[in-house]
C-alpha cells in the first residue's frame, strides 16, 4: 500500500510541499503535475534582473520605485507601502506591529496567521485587541465586504494575498487607521518563488515595517520583475479574464467527477466528497498533488492545471 503524506509535516498544512509528496508517493507518476496551491499556472513572464544587478546590493531607489509601482496598482499612497520578503513575511510582523494583546482568528483560514500569533491571548472578534481577516478567504474563498472591515476601534490585519482576482475587495487604498493589508505578488502573477509581498499601513506604521525589515528587504529579482510585472496591466487585465474562465472550466470537471462546490476563488477551488481521502491518494499516485486537510478529510482544494495539465487532470480523474 502507498504510504499517506505525515499529517505534520504533508500537504495538509499548506500547498506546494512537492518534495514531501515526492517522498510518500515514490511511485508517482513524473512529473509532477502540482494543483496544491494557488498560483497562477500561467506566469507573468517579464524579464528578470540583469546579471550587474544581482552583483551589487538593491539600491534604494530601486526599492522606491518597487514600492510606488506596488501602491499605483493597489491604488494606495507610496509612504504606506512597504516591501517584504512576501505576505509570509508581513503576516509574521503583524503582533509586533500592532503590540495588540488579544487576537480574533477565523477557525477556517490560512494556518500561517496563528502560527504567527502563537502565544498571543485568543479573544472572540468583539473583545480582540486586534483582529485577522483573510479576503477572500484561504481556503473557501469566503468574501467579507470593505465596508464592514474597519471602525478603528481595534487593530485589523486584513490578509489579501488572492485580492488580484477580485480587486474590488481590496481596502489597501483606503486609508484605514489601525490597518496592516498584507498583499503578495507572487500568486497572481505567478512567480511565489520571487518572494515578494507588501504591508501596507498607516506611514508611521510602514516606516516601522521597513526599519523591521532592513535595508534589503527583497532581492534584486523582486525588484526587477516586481516593478515591471505591477506596470504592466495589459497583462493583468487579460489574467483575470482567463483565470475566471479557467476557473469555471475546473467547477464543470470537479463537479463531472462527482465532488460538491465548497467555495473558492478564480485561482483555487474547495470542494467535497466522502471518499476525498482515497482521491487525494490517487490523485498523487498519478502525479497530481492537490491539498487535503486534516480538519475535515472530506474537503480537497484544486488549484487550476494550466495549458498542459487538463487532459493530465481529465485523466487522473476519470481513472478513479
Not at 506596488?70 to 509574521?92: H, I, K, S, W
Not at 534589503?216 to 479574464?241: E, F, I, K, L, N
Amino acid at each position: 500500500m502507498t504510504p499517506s503524506p505525515p499529517a505534520s509535516q504533508g500537504p495538509t498544512r499548506h500547498g506546494g510541499r512537492l518534495a514531501e509528496a515526492a517522498a510518500a508517493f515514490p511511485a508517482a507518476r513524473k512529473p509532477w503535475l502540482d494543483l496544491s496551491t494557488g498560483i497562477n499556472p500561467q506566469a507573468w513572464r517579464g524579464p528578470r534582473a540583469a546579471l550587474g544587478e544581482l552583483r551589487r546590493l538593491p539600491d534604494p531607489q530601486g526599492l522606491a520605485a518597487l514600492e510606488a509601482a506596488a501602491a499605483r496598482a493597489f491604488g494606495a499612497d507610496p509612504a504606506c507601502v512597504a516591501a517584504v520578503a512576501g505576505a509570509e513575511a508581513g503576516l509574521r510582523l503583524a503582533p509586533r506591529l500592532t503590540g495588540a494583546r488579544s487576537v480574533a482568528i477565523g477557525a477556517f483560514t490560512y494556518g500561517g496567521h496563528a502560527q504567527a500569533w502563537e502565544g498571543v491571548a485568543r479573544a472572540s472578534a468583539d473583545r480582540a485587541e486586534a483582529m485577522v481577516v483573510v479576503n477572500p478567504n484561504n481556503p473557501d474563498g469566503a468574501i467579507s465586504a470593505p465596508a464592514a472591515l474597519a471602525d478603528g476601534r481595534r487593530w485589523l490585519v486584513v490578509d489579501e494575498s488572492f485580492v488580484e482576482v477580485a480587486p474590488g475587495l481590496s481596502v489597501a487604498g483606503a486609508g484605514l487607521p489601525r490597518t496592516l493589508v498584507l498583499r503578495s505578488f507572487g500568486k497572481f502573477y505567478g512567480l511565489p518563488g520571487v518572494r515578494l509581498g507588501f504591508v501596507v499601513a498607516e506611514p508611521d506604521v510602514a516606516v516601522r515595517t521597513r526599519a523591521l525589515v532592513g535595508d534589503w528587504p527583497v532581492s534584486a529579482d523582486a525588484v526587477a520583475m516586481g516593478t515591471r510585472a505591477y506596470a504592466d496591466d495589459g497583462w493583468a487585465q487579460a489574467s483575470r479574464a482567463r483565470l475566471a474562465a479557467d476557473a469555471r472550466r475546473l467547477d464543470a470537471l470537479l463537479a463531472a467527477a462527482g465532488f460538491e462546490a465548497v467555495g473558492g476563488t478564480d485561482l483555487f477551488r474547495l470542494v467535497r466528497s466522502p471518499d476525498a481521502a482515497a482521491r487525494f491518494r490517487w490523485l498523487a499516485r498519478q502525479g497530481v498533488l492537490t491539498r487535503p486537510f486534516d480538519d475535515d478529510p472530506s474537503l480537497l482544494r484544486f488549484g487550476l492545471p494550466g495549458r498542459d495539465g487538463w487532459n493530465r487532470l481529465i485523466g487522473a480523474l476519470k481513472s478513479f
